[in-house]
């Protein structure tokens, strides 16, 4: 007789639509039909997800799965790699979020699509980032992003009642006020120095509400995908963004796309990052990936 799989299922319910629990009550009947048993935790406040992902056994789950968005995502990684084989229980992913961006890199938004996916059991690895700041090290999967990136991304936050159009309103508002940022970008030992609109490190192809912002990127590649907009005029950023949503963006003159194994930056003063959709921790910050650290059902 095969065992019933066991999952724990992680919800945030304050998550981007803030409709986690509705989510996990309308994939319910996906895992009972599968005969699953599903251990469900309530996050109550930031870092909970973490917490749960560090301390639980997963020697006793088929699967670590979260209901939320990429923050809640990242939360369960920055938990899971401090478990000793952080490898050895797949990543599920059940869209409750308003980017979604992991998801989207799996064409997978239907949380009853992603609910059977995780129930078949099929995974790949994921590769994540190590990020490495002053005081801290963290661990992302989406992106790590430095300059212009975080004044949308503070905006962004502030419009979060208008839903998945905020990225997009607030990304136009910035090309009205773009600030230019100097640093030394360090690509794979190359050193760059320069006056920059942003540099954005990506693991997947997309960022924010259907932004393919890194169009060659793989989750499983070993790689990551730095795209870097030197300083520009107000146009080519007008231009950028209505390029960005079929990845065209990468054409024009302003943008380098290459693909590294780390990468640092060093700004003149210390200046905000954001890191998988969170804004946390700043510059000087290195990086480097660590290829199939996690797997992820797909």
Request: charged share 20%; proline share 4%.
């Amino acid at each position: 007789m095969i065992a019933a799989k066991r999952f724990v299922v992680v919800v945030n319910p304050r998550g981007g639509t803030r409709r986690g629990l509705a989510v996990l009550e309308s994939v319910r009947p996906v895992f009972d039909a599968a005969g699953a048993e599903v251990d469900v935790h309530i996050t109550t406040h930031a870092g909970h997800a973490q917490e749960l992902a560090k301390t639980v056994n997963l020697e006793e789950y088929d699967g670590f799965c979260v209901v939320g968005g990429d923050g809640t995502i990242h939360e369960a990684v920055g938990g899971l790699m401090q478990q000793d084989d952080p490898s050895a229980t797949p990543l599920g992913v059940i869209p409750g979020g308003s980017g979604n961006s992991v998801l989207q890199h799996l064409e997978c938004l239907d949380p009853l699509e992603a609910a059977r996916r995780i129930v078949a059991g099929n995974d790949h690895p994921l590769d994540v980032i190590r990020v490495t700041m002053e005081d801290e090290v963290a661990y992302c999967v989406n992106i790590v992003g430095w300059g212009n990136v975080v004044d949308i991304n503070l905006t962004a936050e502030r419009l979060r009642a208008l839903g998945p159009s905020r990225y997009a309103l607030a990304a136009l508002s910035h090309i009205v006020r773009a600030k230019r940022h100097r640093a030394t970008l360090v690509l794979d030992g190359k050193a760059i120095e320069a006056e920059f609109a942003f540099v954005l490190a990506c693991n997947t192809k997309y960022t924010g509400k259907g932004m393919l912002l890194a169009p060659q990127a793989e989750m499983n590649d070993g790689k990551i995908d730095v795209v870097v907009v030197h300083r520009t005029s107000r146009w080519q950023l007008y231009r950028l963004l209505k390029k960005i949503c079929n990845g065209s963006h990468v054409s024009l003159s302003c943008v380098e796309y290459h693909q590294v194994e780390s990468f640092s930056i060093k700004s003149e003063k210390p200046e905000s990052l954001n890191l998988d959709g969170e804004l946390k921790g700043s510059t000087p910050v290195s990086a480097d990936v660590i290829r199939g650290a996690l797997r992820i059902f797909v």
